[in-house]
């Protein structure tokens, strides 16, 4: 069946909604509303329900692609603004929020077609959610499928990571009483409610939210280091290593790599074939909270930026901030739900249990998905670089090369590029404007985003690994006191000159003896305080491990 250019399909728009639309609970809440039409309360019940629990709209699927496009990310792009410096970082925002845009148009193309040809077989997908790599299947065979699973199931692994250690290191600076790695125990836990959310068809309200609390941190970060000004003897030197700029630039190819659950969140549509223009109206939303939070963050603190990957550590602690941090919080833990739901889809169908009706059996099944994420949480804790190692090594292939080549060969032959369920746009240039369009995502992503991109990310990210080591206790965390070399020699007796061959706490990166108990002095013994002082004195520092 040939589709007129660009205009989707046909004959399913005259379906019902529940026929293309995918899941069978929204076939039983439109029973439900018809059964119980006569019953206001039952009624209204139902109203409710629809309106904060089942989403398919276009609406819904703009807020769910916003809303998942940037979350903790939007913390770290300052980070990234030090390394290129403004002016690519601007421009390196542009090109891959459009190439984003492009490949995500590419995905939904494939999942059209697939779903198509399938529905043309009579196969029913009620109680199914399709995925990336069954997409793959479906069009090109197992290798593909075999590739598109692997790279999409660590990248979102490892995006769940980094969600997990982004709450780690945000609520810190609410409360530093515990440390990062102690935190993310605590949100790994928290995270892990995750597992009764059914699919993205029920995000409906937390997408919203989400992107509401994204909307406030982004612009408080702009305003406040506006209303900040710059900071004493600003220098604005970036880019000043070639690792350093290549690291930042596959940072910002992880921010617009968003769409490896493109395909999930088109199965919940009721109406998928309006997707093909969301992802870029999303992204153009996005780039109006990246840009301006990023550019005024670089201008107010300039360099010092190398040493905080998160920009709120450079921000004065106030009730402003204080409820920035608790808002991304909570759409990190949104985020978490958005990159770990179909891992959990994977692992049901691995296991058997896709098609359960028992919520409760599901998400019993779905907990140990959680427990890798957590473990790899704890063991690299480096917020910012772990970013720009996902984005080259798994991003640029799961969301930019195999997208685009996938399209090349599924439509190489003229039969499929007449039959094709979705054409590509008259303005890209038709078929021949589409290849080349694919052919320089390919050798651009491949050449600069994994090669160069790959090189520096890992090169800074052993560096983190050298300097904080595995398992490091408090990434990045600054000391809690100034000036501490000042009271030992004001206050310290004599005895205490043996203080260097005391036990030092510094196993790990940790904020200094906080979290030990007190060591016996010798007689006289001195206060409490000057204990403090001297161990804290003693620990450990790396040059610019202050940041964050």
């Not at 043996?498 to 003896?513: D, E, K, V, W």
């Amino acid at each position: 069946m040939a589709a007129g250019g660009g205009g989707g399909i046909a004959d399913e728009k005259q379906a019902p909604a529940e026929a293309f639309g995918g899941h069978l609970e929204v076939a039983e809440m439109m029973e439900d509303e018809q059964h119980n039409g006569g019953e206001s309360s039952s009624g209204v019940k139902s109203r409710l329900s629809g309106l904060l629990w089942h989403g398919g709209s276009a609406y819904d699927a703009w807020f769910s692609c916003a809303s998942n496009q940037v979350a903790q990310v939007l913390l770290t792009l300052p980070y990234s603004f030090a390394q290129l410096g403004m002016l690519s970082g601007i421009l390196f925002q542009l090109f891959y929020g459009l190439l984003g845009s492009w490949t995500a148009y590419l995905i939904s193309a494939l999942y059209l077609e697939y779903r198509t040809r399938r529905e043309r077989d009579k196969v029913d997908f009620r109680n199914h959610v399709i995925q990336w790599f069954e997409v793959l299947d479906g069009l090109l065979g197992r290798h593909w499928r075999n590739a598109g699973l692997a790279f999409n199931c660590t990248f979102l692994l490892f995006g769940s990571v980094i969600q997990l250690i982004g709450c780690a290191s945000n609520i810190y600076y609410v409360n530093d009483r515990l440390d990062k790695r102690t935190w993310t125990y605590v949100f790994g836990a928290c995270c892990a409610t995750t597992v009764f959310i059914p699919s993205f068809h029920n995000y409906r309200v937390w997408s919203f939210l989400g992107l509401v609390m994204t909307t406030y941190t982004a612009w408080y970060i702009a305003v406040a280091s506006l209303v900040r000004g710059q900071v004493e003897g600003v220098q604005h030197s970036g880019p000043t290593t070639i690792v350093l700029y290549f690291t930042g630039a596959t940072n910002i190819l992880y921010t617009f790599g968003g769409h490896a659950v493109t395909v999930e969140i088109m199965h919940a549509m009721w109406r998928p074939q309006k997707f093909k223009a969301i992802y870029l109206l999303a992204t153009l939303y996005v780039l109006t909270l990246t840009l301006p939070s990023a550019a005024a963050a670089y201008w107010a603190f300039g360099d010092e930026l190398l040493t905080h990957s998160n920009a709120l550590a450079l921000l004065p602690r106030t009730p402003f901030r204080d409820a920035a941090v608790v808002l991304m919080l909570i759409h990190q833990f949104i985020t978490f739900g958005f990159a770990c739901t179909p891992l959990y889809f994977v692992w049901e169908k691995l296991i058997g249990l896709h098609d359960c009706r028992s919520l409760c059996k599901r998400a019993a099944a779905r907990l140990p998905v959680v427990v890798p994420i957590w473990f790899l949480a704890i063991i690299f804790p480096f917020f910012g670089p772990i970013n720009s190692a996902v984005g080259s090594l798994l991003v640029s292939f799961t969301v930019y090369i195999i997208p685009a080549l996938a399209h090349m060969v599924t439509f190489r032959s003229p039969q499929s590029r007449e039959n094709a369920v979705e054409r590509p746009p008259r303005f890209a240039g038709g078929w021949t404007g589409a290849y080349v369009i694919n052919s320089f995502v390919v050798a651009w992503v491949l050449v600069v985003g994994f090669g160069f991109g790959g090189w520096a990310s890992i090169t800074n990210f052993v560096q983190q690994v050298n300097n904080f080591g595995l398992f490091a206790k408090c990434y990045q965390c600054p000391p809690h006191l100034t000036a501490l070399p000042a009271a030992p020699a004001a206050f310290a007796p004599p005895p205490m000159d043996r203080a260097p061959s005391m036990p030092q706490a510094t196993a790990f990166n940790a904020t200094g003896g906080l979290f030990f108990p007190p060591v016996p002095a010798p007689a006289p013994a001195p206060s409490p305080m000057i204990n403090f002082f001297l161990r804290h004195h003693h620990h450990r520092h790396h040059g610019g491990r202050h940041g964050l």
